[in-house]
């Protein structure tokens, strides 16, 4: 069986009107509206950037730094 790739969205949907990413997930309008039609190699590939997303997000003074010890806040993958 193939992987399911979940969503990365943790509810916290705004965009920052400066990067075009949402604050939340790290995605784009476009991959969060098409989300579901990416497919599962898709959807990784965009899981695969998330994490430096978010730390380009903090570095840039839109989020909260990360405290030492935390984890990007979901599971990138379930099943098997």
Known sequence: SRPNIESPCIKVCAVDGQSGLCLG????????????QLGDEGRRGVMDVLPERMK?????????????????PFHACRGG
């Open 56 to 72: 380009h997000l903090r570095d840039i003074g839109k989020l909260e730094p990360q405290r030492e010890g935390l984890t990007y």
């Open 25 to 36: 997930c790290g995605r784009s309008l476009k991959e969060i509206g098409g989300w579901m």
